[in-house]
């Protein structure tokens, strides 16, 4: 994709963008709100309190946010569409599958990128779960669409992306991948599969209610856009009211109308993630995981969320206790590291829990 020179920002100015990230490790929870976006919010809603706000006015920050996106993870602005949730967008996705047809999960994976398919069941679509480690060799030409998360929400353990899409590609199947828990935490180049799907309220910092839906043109054309609204259209302004419809030809026939706060401050966030080096932040991450496995006597995983066992959540609460903000997902506590974190917070952690896992 050619887009044109963008300005970047180094690690060091980002993490100015952040005031609350000491002993905040819970980015696969949620992010924090960097200071460009807190401001901008607080004048929109001060231009929403003097009613000096107009709808029409949004749609030029939400075009650049759907650029910034679009840069963010490799693919055309028109190959994306914008949405609130992740499983409202892999819901139209579910209803383009054949009855009877076979969809591929992974054991274990966030509910809203299983469930969807898992209620086609009554029409005969048959979804079968591995654990993605064996995603890749499990898919065959029975697959019609393999749906996994690129980061596994309850582990941090990341797929084979290379091995998948080679897969898929020799069977013919579709292939879809959420990146909630990789954008903005690790380079994602969403040209690789069919279609995405990604909520930015974690590691992409936006406020809650802001996701995009990247669509392959071949795929594109296999799916209804069953939540056909005004903002779908291809003239959004002049689609307000039917019975006419004409729908936008390329993927933002699948937007839905937005939350224009939500989106006035999600602008700012993806503008500042697509403005990073994304395998400099995944090695800043990444290396405080492995330092902290260390310190655990913990396998090194390269990853940015580490996790352990902890059924009785007593980790967690000690965790707590100190003032870490973590979480406890599947039986076991999770930590998350991201730019605004360093070598203290693995100190924390280490001291909170005592060395107990050695």
């Given at each position: 994709?050619?887009?044109?020179?963008?300005?970047?920002?180094?690690?060091?100015?980002?993490?100015?963008?952040?005031?609350?990230?000491?002993?905040?490790?819970?980015?696969?929870?949620?992010?924090?709100?960097?200071?460009?976006?807190?401001?901008?919010?607080?004048?929109?809603?001060?231009?929403?309190?003097?009613?000096?706000?107009?709808?029409?006015?949004?749609?030029?920050?939400?075009?650049?946010?759907?650029?910034?996106?679009?840069?963010?993870?490799?693919?055309?602005?028109?190959?994306?569409?914008?949405?609130?949730?992740?499983?409202?967008?892999?819901?139209?996705?579910?209803?383009?599958?054949?009855?009877?047809?076979?969809?591929?999960?992974?054991?274990?994976?966030?509910?809203?990128?299983?469930?969807?398919?898992?209620?086609?069941?009554?029409?005969?679509?048959?979804?079968?779960?591995?654990?993605?480690?064996?995603?890749?060799?499990?898919?065959?030409?029975?697959?019609y669409l393999v749906a996994f998360s690129l980061v596994q929400s309850a582990s941090?353990?990341?797929?084979?992306?290379?091995?998948?899409?080679?897969?898929?590609?020799?069977?013919?199947?579709?292939?879809?991948?959420?990146?909630?828990?990789?954008?903005?935490?690790?380079?994602?180049?969403?040209?690789?599969?069919?279609?995405?799907?990604c909520h930015a309220y974690k590691w992409l910092c936006a406020p809650r209610g802001?996701?995009?839906?990247?669509?392959?043109?071949?795929?594109?054309?296999?799916?209804?856009?069953?939540?056909?609204?005004?903002?779908?259209?291809?003239?959004?302004?002049?689609?307000?009211?039917?019975?006419?419809?004409?729908?936008?030809?390329?993927?933002?026939?699948?937007?839905?109308?937005?939350?224009?706060?939500?989106?006035?401050?999600?602008?700012?966030?993806?503008?500042?993630?697509?403005?990073?080096?994304?395998?400099?932040?995944?090695?800043?991450?990444?290396?405080?995981?492995?330092?902290?496995?260390?310190?655990?006597?913990?396998?090194?995983?390269?990853?940015?969320?580490?996790?352990?066992?902890?059924?009785?959540?007593?980790?967690?609460?000690?965790?707590?206790?100190?003032?870490?903000?973590?979480?406890?997902?599947?039986?076991?506590?999770?930590?998350?590291?991201?730019?605004?974190?360093?070598?203290?917070?693995?100190?924390?952690?280490?001291?909170?829990?005592?060395?107990?896992?050695?």
């Amino acid at each position: 994709m050619t887009t044109l020179a963008h300005p970047r920002r180094t690690l060091d100015e980002a993490r100015a963008q952040f005031v609350g990230g000491r002993r905040y490790l819970g980015a696969c929870s949620v992010g924090l709100a960097s200071a460009d976006t807190l401001a901008a919010m607080r004048a929109d809603q001060q231009n929403w309190a003097e009613g000096t706000c107009s709808p029409a006015a949004f749609d030029a920050g939400i075009a650049r946010t759907r650029d910034a996106y679009g840069r963010l993870v490799n693919v055309a602005p028109d190959r994306i569409a914008i949405g609130s949730h992740v499983s409202a967008m892999v819901s139209v996705l579910a209803a383009g599958v054949p009855d009877g047809a076979e969809v591929l999960c992974v054991a274990g994976d966030f509910s809203s990128m299983v469930f969807p398919f898992m209620v086609l069941e009554r029409r005969g679509v048959r979804v079968r779960h591995v654990p993605v480690e064996a995603l890749a060799d499990s898919i065959t030409a029975d697959t019609y669409l393999v749906a996994f998360s690129l980061v596994q929400s309850a582990s941090g353990r990341v797929a084979d992306v290379a091995a998948i899409v080679a897969a898929a590609a020799s069977t013919g199947t579709f292939t879809l991948c959420d990146t909630t828990q990789a954008a903005g935490a690790m380079p994602v180049d969403a040209s690789l599969f069919d279609a995405t799907v990604c909520h930015a309220y974690k590691w992409l910092c936006a406020p809650r209610g802001a996701a995009f839906l990247t669509l392959g043109v071949d795929y594109q054309r296999t799916l209804v856009p069953i939540q056909a609204n005004w903002y779908a259209g291809d003239d959004v302004w002049a689609s307000c009211y039917g019975p006419e419809m004409r729908l936008a030809a390329d993927a933002r026939a699948f937007d839905v109308s937005p939350a224009w706060p939500v989106w006035v401050g999600a602008e700012p966030a993806i503008d500042l993630f697509a403005s990073l080096d994304l395998a400099e932040v995944h090695a800043h991450n990444t290396a405080l995981g492995d330092t902290l496995c260390d310190g655990l006597g913990l396998p090194r995983a390269g990853q940015a969320i580490v996790t352990w066992p902890d059924a009785s959540a007593h980790d967690l609460a000690a965790l707590t206790a100190h003032g870490i903000t973590a979480s406890g997902r599947a039986g076991r506590a999770r930590v998350a590291f991201h730019l605004w974190n360093d070598e203290r917070d693995v100190a924390d952690v280490l001291a909170a829990l005592g060395h107990r896992l050695r």
